[in-house]
């Protein structure tokens, strides 16, 4: 900053209530090499000339003309009325709902999404403010290492790795231990988890598995879950929150926690965030439950009233043992997926699922029909599949370079998927989009 409101008197008297005698035997034990230096900024411009060079940089952009990945964030058709929703200043400017006095408008938004995703999910409860699935996620295994009063836990490697460094980074503090749980990535395997492997594991605290997994496929949950209870754990399901609507009900087959990325419900890509967290429960658990609950009750004059309810957060009690430090309030995220699933209702979500579904069958038809690409695995998926064809990373960039993002190349993860893409398809994608690809690929051979 070159603004500074102390004088040179005041910094020599500080100096000398301290005990040194410049500045820089103040930061000496901070290496020269990692302090701060001179700043390198460009001269003033008037306002003429900023708008030029923004346009320019601007103009460096490259927006794909056609995209296919996925990979735990899709594109969906967001209805105009949830932008219009958003932005009413109450909601776009509104601070955590401490007071319900004055915060009625937004509890009762947080409480109609909690609602909305019990439906959803086939779950009991469900609460607001989480970030985003990752962190969503780990806090479910935390979750579960205090219900069950162990610390270790279970991933399946069909989970997002991303998600998956995040719950490692969650459980390094409190020295939680990790475990993965292979997925069958053998050529013509079905790339799923094996519930076996589960019951060798021996004492966990839950097992997370995601549906669909992160290469698209769909994962036996109901013995998953099965598995996990055999060891007196919980299950985890990280699901993706569209295909729910054709998809069994996480209650339905024995999942104790679910934990999801709502990005898909109404959230744009926009760059990666913001986005928000999903997570639901049972009753049994709801004192263990990170981040605000809302709930419904009665004033003295018998009106209905949303409050925060539950709040073992350090800000409030418990400091250090409380169940969560989530600090963030997500509602205005919260308030896009809610907006989003009303606008479509049931109805209009399983028409998403199933619009995303079939072109993904056609997506992978049209390139096994020329010989372009055949799936790597068997098995069942939803609308993200996994396809092997001849010098995949290179394809990938030479479409790129023509505006189209051919999925996501695997092997940059996984070395053992060579020459594998991920390819993900929504209701956006459109007959026209594939048989582009499907050019690209064929000149790019």
């Known amino acids: 900053m070159t603004y500074s409101p102390h004088t040179e008197a005041d910094r020599a008297h500080m100096l000398e209530a301290v005990g040194v005698a410049s500045v820089d035997d103040l930061f000496a034990d901070i290496p020269p090499a990692v302090r701060a230096g001179a700043w390198s900024v460009p001269p003033p411009l008037v306002e003429q000339e900023v708008r030029a060079e923004l346009a320019r940089l601007a103009g460096r952009n490259r927006i794909p003309e056609v995209s296919f990945l996925g990979a735990g964030v899709y594109r969906h058709l967001i209805p105009s009325v949830v932008g219009e929703v958003i932005g009413r200043p109450e909601f776009a400017t509104s601070y955590t709902p401490y007071q319900p006095e004055v915060s009625q408008g937004t509890l009762q938004s947080i409480y109609e999404f909690q609602s909305l995703i019990c439906e959803l999910t086939g779950m009991e409860v469900a609460t607001a403010s989480h970030y985003?699935?990752?962190?969503?996620?780990?806090?479910?295994?935390?979750?579960?290492?205090?219900?069950?009063?162990?610390?270790?836990?279970?991933?399946?490697?069909?989970?997002?790795?991303?998600?998956?460094?995040?719950?490692?980074?969650?459980?390094?503090?409190?020295?939680?231990?990790?475990?993965?749980?292979?997925?069958?990535?053998a050529e013509g395997g079905?790339?799923?988890?094996?519930?076996?492997?589960?019951?060798?594991?021996?004492?966990?605290?839950?097992?997370?598995?995601?549906?669909?997994?992160?290469?698209?496929?769909?994962?036996?949950?109901?013995?998953?879950?099965?598995?996990?209870?055999?060891?007196?754990?919980?299950?985890?399901?990280?699901?993706?929150?569209?295909?729910?609507?054709?998809?069994?009900?996480?209650?339905a087959y024995g999942a104790d926690i679910v934990a999801a990325e709502g990005q898909p419900l109404g959230i744009p890509v926009s760059f990666g965030g913001p986005y928000v967290g999903l997570m639901?429960?049972?009753?049994?658990?709801?004192?263990?439950?990170?981040?605000?609950?809302?709930?419904?009750?009665?004033?003295?004059?018998?009106?209905?009233?949303?409050?925060?309810?539950?709040?073992?957060?350090?800000q409030h009690i418990r400091r250090e043992k409380a169940a969560?430090?989530?600090?963030?309030?997500?509602?205005?995220?919260?308030?896009?997926?809610?907006?989003?699933?009303?606008?479509?209702?049931?109805?209009?979500?399983?028409?998403?699922?199933?619009?995303?579904?079939?072109?993904?069958?056609?997506?992978?038809?049209?390139?096994?029909?020329?010989?372009?690409?055949?799936?790597?695995?068997?098995?069942?998926?939803?609308?993200?599949?996994?396809?092997?064809?001849?010098d995949a990373a290179r394809r990938h960039a030479a479409l790129a370079e023509r505006g189209i993002v051919a999925g996501h190349v695997l092997e940059r993860g996984e070395p053992e998927l060579r020459d594998t893409l991920l390819l993900a398809a929504t209701e956006l994608t459109t007959d026209t989009d594939i048989a582009r690809l499907v050019v690209a690929l064929e000149e790019t051979a």
């Open 132 to 185: 985003d699935g990752a962190t969503a996620t780990a806090e479910a295994a935390l979750m579960a290492c205090r219900l069950t009063r162990r610390s270790r836990v279970a991933v399946s490697a069909g989970v997002n790795p991303d998600h998956r460094r995040v719950l490692e980074t969650y459980c390094s503090g409190p020295g939680i231990e990790v475990v993965t749980v292979s997925i069958d990535l």
């Open 190 to 251: 079905d790339g799923t988890t094996d519930p076996a492997a589960v019951e060798a594991l021996g004492e966990i605290a839950c097992l997370i598995a995601a549906q669909p997994n992160f290469y698209g496929q769909l994962e036996p949950m109901r013995e998953l879950a099965d598995a996990a209870h055999a060891s007196g754990a919980h299950f985890v399901a990280a699901v993706e929150p569209t295909s729910l609507a054709v998809l069994e009900a996480p209650g």
């Open 280 to 314: 639901a429960a049972r009753m049994a658990s709801v004192r263990q439950m990170p981040g605000r609950l809302v709930g419904a009750t009665r004033d003295v004059h018998g009106r209905k009233g949303y409050v925060l309810t539950l709040q073992a957060r350090e």
């Open 324 to 390: 969560s430090n989530i600090c963030t309030n997500q509602a205005l995220m919260a308030l896009a997926a809610t907006a989003y699933l009303t606008a479509v209702g049931p109805i209009g979500l399983r028409e998403v699922a199933e619009l995303s579904a079939a072109q993904a069958r056609h997506l992978a038809g049209a390139l096994e029909s020329v010989g372009l690409a055949e799936r790597r695995f068997g098995g069942s998926y939803l609308n993200e599949v996994t396809l092997r064809l001849p």
